[in-house]
């Protein structure tokens, strides 16, 4: 668990899911998909029970090489990030993260401490080296938080979203992650 003080002045807490908070993720995911059409999902496309969730979290907490982070203020979730590598041997040490954080906590900089989390938990383990992920080529303050973290673009995908009669490119974007002790 971490804690941080946002723009607002408010305490941010930052924690691995646990199966418990499934039926919380679910109502939040349903909420953040009507708020937001940077995600692949619209409201009521995400067909997860709330067992098929809590079994997913309870993986998540027990691999070693994903992560389901919660972020909070003052109990009402914001934010979340979940990342998963590989499950074979040549690509364990690579995956990819999806992030969110609610209408109404944007632009107070939860997203960069999910995200610093994410980076921290990678370099403190011995098995993740890549973080990938996908980001609309128009989700500019997106793409400058990650490139803020490090990250690079490393290719783009063109239609790979249909919205409102259009269809919208994605960057691949990674991040190499040394292990602890490289220079």
């Keep these: ?14 924690r691995e899911a646990e199966p418990r908070d499934a039926e919380n993720i679910l109502a939040y995911i349903e909420q953040v998909a009507g708020e937001s059409e ?29 992560l389901y982070l ?21 690509i364990r040490h690579t995956g990819e993260f999806g992030i969110s954080v609610a209408q109404a906590f ?13 980076i921290d938990w990678a370099r403190a383990g011995e098995i993740v080296r890549k973080i990938n992920l996908f ?28 919205v409102r009669g259009q269809f919208i490119g994605v960057h691949l974007m990674g991040l190499q992650i040394d292990p602890p002790g490289a220079s």
């Excluded at 940077?38 to 994903?66: I, W, Y």
């Excluded at 919660?70 to 040549?90: D, I, V």
């Design 1 to 14: 668990m971490q804690q941080h003080l946002l723009k607002n002045g408010r305490l941010l807490v930052l």
């Design 135 to 162: 980001v609309r080529t128009d989700n500019l303050p997106a793409i400058h938080l990650y490139e803020k973290y490090g990250f690079v673009k490393e290719g783009t995908q063109t239609r790979e979203f249909y």
């Design 38 to 66: 940077n995600l692949t999902f619209g409201p009521g496309e995400f067909e997860m029970t709330v067992e098929q969730e809590r079994a997913f979290l309870q993986a998540s907490a027990d691999s070693p090489t994903s």
């Design 70 to 90: 919660l972020a909070e203020l003052e109990g009402e979730l914001a934010g979340t990030l979940s990342f998963s590598a590989g499950k074979r041997q040549r």
């Design 106 to 118: 944007w632009g107070l900089g939860i997203g960069g401490h999910l995200l610093a989390y994410l």
